[in-house]
């Protein structure tokens, strides 16, 4: 499970009694988020790819299935594409994957800074505080900003080779998600070739929490197949 840009493992806590109990559940902290350490290397998609293969190394597990979150989704497809790890089957939730998609929402993550987040986000901000976490939000949401606006190699937005991508894919997309448009994921769902693309209703970004009920009923047929 991989969560989104500042959040939290515990933010898929809410439909975790809805998976199948054979599951075995591995929540993942990002770089520099929960309580994962930022350390001194650069954040990048590349980076936090990086660390949940050594996750997964470490744990001796040689193939998993991804649920992804924006941030996470966009691993998910790094992960995917790579080929270093095996992924059974991915699951990307509101997760955009092309330039274009950074080009028609660059102006937005621009404005992001740390007075603007904790305002329109308090519940987001106190709880990165209460993990009493040894980056300081400033120079998190910094290193966040930059991350989201990279659009080299190190950059989650893998463009035309998302078409590398062989596993079994869900695509899931909040139908007001103002961050991963309609057309985009519909595009996204016809270069993968073994995608099915969910465009839940009255469900903005975070729509596994919005519709929980469509998103858990969707993503339990998909595991099952």
């Known amino acids: 499970m991989l969560h989104g840009g500042f959040g939290t493992m515990e933010d898929f806590n809410s439909i975790l009694g809805g998976l199948p109990e054979q599951f075995r559940i ?72 092309s330039l274009n998609d950074l080009s028609s929402i660059k102006e937005i993550l621009s404005k992001v800074t740390p007075e603007t987040w904790k305002e329109k986000f308090p519940d987001s901000y106190n709880s990165y505080q209460k993990l009493k976490p040894d980056t300081g939000f400033v120079t998190l949401t910094n290193a966040l900003k930059e991350m989201w606006l990279d659009s080299g190699l190190s950059g989650g937005y893998p463009d035309e080779l998302i078409n590398q991508i062989t596993c079994q894919t869900l695509i899931v997309r909040g139908d007001n998600d103002h961050l991963f448009s309609r057309k985009s994921a519909a595009e996204l769902a016809d270069n993968i070739k073994n995608a ?25 047929q998909f595991l099952d197949q």
């Open 196 to 220: 099915t693309f969910l465009n839940v209703p009255f469900a903005a970004h975070e729509a596994f929490k919005d519709q929980p009920e469509i998103f858990m009923k969707i993503l339990n």
């Open 26 to 97: 591995i929540g993942i902290d990002s770089r520099g988020q929960g309580k994962s350490t930022l350390g001194k290397l650069k954040l990048t998609y590349e980076q936090m790819q990086k660390d949940v293969e050594t996750l997964l190394q470490f744990l001796h597990i040689e193939e998993a299935i991804l649920v992804g979150f924006s941030d996470g989704g966009m691993v998910g497809y790094r992960m995917a594409i790579s080929g270093t790890f095996k992924v059974k089957k991915l699951v990307a939730i509101d997760a955009p994957w």
